[in-house]
């Protein structure tokens, strides 16, 4: 069983704001972790391998120092990394950051089941996976909960379609993203980062990629544009009542904020 | 190309470089700041930073990019998502939302629905503004499955030439925009909170980054469609009118290769009420002042009614009152609800530490001083026990 897990390096803290007055950006600090949703697509691939057999490679596109985020998978127990970094990547969106990763998948090799997780805390889009999976032609699954049986030619899962859970046996390969509840990851071990340490992490650069038309990559490949940023207006006012029909009034206030409708 | 140049000597504090950038893509090593991949070219650093360090640099386009044709690419499409024989809610507030923008231009909406038997939903969508409905009606869109669906979608794209296409940023729809946004090779903003449209079809997306602390403003000005996810409830959904409209219904078959499916569905498993109190969208909390355990289930009513859970405070969970998983707060659980009402509690430090992001804080005291009045969105001078029965008398009436 082959199977790659896609991680990425994210802000330590997303605890960012915007200056109102000045427009600058107020950031406590600019250390990296690896983005906590990927740690459950990577505990995800670890116990396939170890039901299954196999190896488990981790791939990321960022800047080299995202190569401490495959240096924590190593410690986690993944077998091989690469780092996908190339200038020509500087600006990608999600279409952008998606089509390099697929680039960068069919360079690397064949696999049986590709593992994303949920979402980035610092993109939060829980898009790439699915674009990867369309650029790639494999079938994809998002907000896998369980996986009941793998075998060569097939898994068996339950995903959680949003009204209901969903059981279905999809033929490989597949790419499937994860959603948190689906296990506990393992914490990184200090004996595997010592073994890990003279593993080499492969760079993938754009002239490794069978496309490398530079227009297709970056903010050339990127159909959004960010127009600006604002920090959000936030309503820090509280509104006093404290007079009238006050349950008469609550219950207006859940009407119109849309808080009675049935949840779907 | 665009690149960003750093003029080193113009940098005086090199270290402090880093936190200029909201995407982390200013790297400071080994004395040298640099500009990293990461870079989305939103050009703070060069409006922000230092006087003339970050320098915009055009380079010559390696490519020209087509200019598309937007006269070619008009009108607003609307996935509509449908369990069973139902809408999605959140179908319907697209649709509102794509009838005030593509009326802006003299525009129509259009509607997608796919499915095994479809003809009630397709009649319920002729009671909203929607002009014309894509349906493909086949056994293979019983469930979905990803690859029908997004060739169903293709097919509307490409034979409508929509402007822009909504689709619900449910499970569903989060799977099923980004891969036919791939396919047509198009932009794609996810989760937007606030869409508008330029005289030019330019469609002016708004959505949160960073966990909410700061807000972006997206557009897609080279690409047509223009795709974009939106979050359940962000829109107002249009009122139903009594008689159904003049919609359209055209009726499209697929080639058989394209409803082929790697995935076959084997059961399907309504969901239950959330036991969880950190993923209720709606979270009834109480505290000591709700005086006795009796009165307890008064508020259960409630979290029940407004389908959410019961949560509390400390104290009551100290005196057994109420199981420890429902505890909110420094040494319980922490809740982002849409809507959380707190009822007879004081708003101590411990407790707002667990609830205090929530979106909409609802909180009733009798005493006007209480310190759950200052997180408070709403914060309603009385007694809880004169308020929430008569409340639940009106949620009764309503049915
Ligand atoms: C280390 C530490 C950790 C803690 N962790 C937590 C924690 O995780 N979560 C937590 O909740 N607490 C925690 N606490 C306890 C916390 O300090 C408070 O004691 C507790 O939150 C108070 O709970 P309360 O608001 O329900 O009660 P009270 O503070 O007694 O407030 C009751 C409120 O109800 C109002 N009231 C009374 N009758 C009515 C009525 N009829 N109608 C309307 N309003 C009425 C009163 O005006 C009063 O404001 C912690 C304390 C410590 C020291
Ligand atoms: N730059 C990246 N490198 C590798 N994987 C990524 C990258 N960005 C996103 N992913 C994967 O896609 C998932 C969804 O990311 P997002 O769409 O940004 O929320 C993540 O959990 C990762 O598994």
Known sequence: MEILVLIKQVPLDSNVGVDPKTGVIKRENAETKLNPYDLFALETALRLKELAGGIVTVLTMGPPQAEAAIREAFAMGADAGYLLTDRAFAGSDVLATSYALSQ?????????????????????????GSECSEFLGVPCLANVQTIEVIDPGAVTLVYDAGNSFIRATVQLPVLIS????????????????????????????LDDLADKNRSHYGLDGSPTQVVRIFPPEHETTTELWDDGDLASRLFSFLQEKKFLQELA | MKTILVHQALIPNPADAPKLCPFGAIAFQEGSVSITEQCRLCLVCVKKGPRGAFELQEEQATSQRPVIDREKWQGILVYVERYGRSIHPVSLEMIGKAHELADKLGQPVYAVVAGDAVAQV???????????AYVYEHPAFKDFRIEPYTAALEDAIGTLHPSAVLVGGTNIGRMLAPRTAARVRTGLTADCTFLDIQKNGDL??????????????????????????VRYKIFDAPSRSPQAGQLAVVHRTLREQSLHSAVSVLSETPKGAGVFIEDADVVVAVGKGIGKRENIGLFETLATKLHGQLACTRPLVEDGWIDPRRQIGLSGRTVKPKLIIACGISGSVQFVAGMKSSDCIVAINNDPQAAIFNVA?????????????????KLAKRG
């Open chain 1, 178 to 205: 994860v959603d948190k509840d689906i296990c506990q990851p393992r914490l990184p071990s200090w004996n595997r980062m010592q073994a890990s340490k003279g593993r080499v992490v492969k760079k993938i650069t």
């Open chain 2, 204 to 229: 002016d997306q708004i959505r949160p980054a960073f966990g909410g602390n700061i807000m972006a403003h997206i557009r897609t000005p080279n690409h047509r469609p223009q795709f974009a996810t």
């Open chain 1, 104 to 128: 960068a998948i069919k360079a690397i090799g064949a696999f049986d089941l590709v593992v994303c997780g949920k979402q980035t805390t610092d993109g939060d889009t829980a898009q790439v």
């Open chain 2, 377 to 393: 969105h709403i914060g309603i001078v009385g007694d809880v026990f004169s308020i929430v029965p008569a409340l639940l008398d």
């Open chain 2, 122 to 132: 397709v009649e319920e969508l002729a009671h909203y503004p929607v002009d014309v």
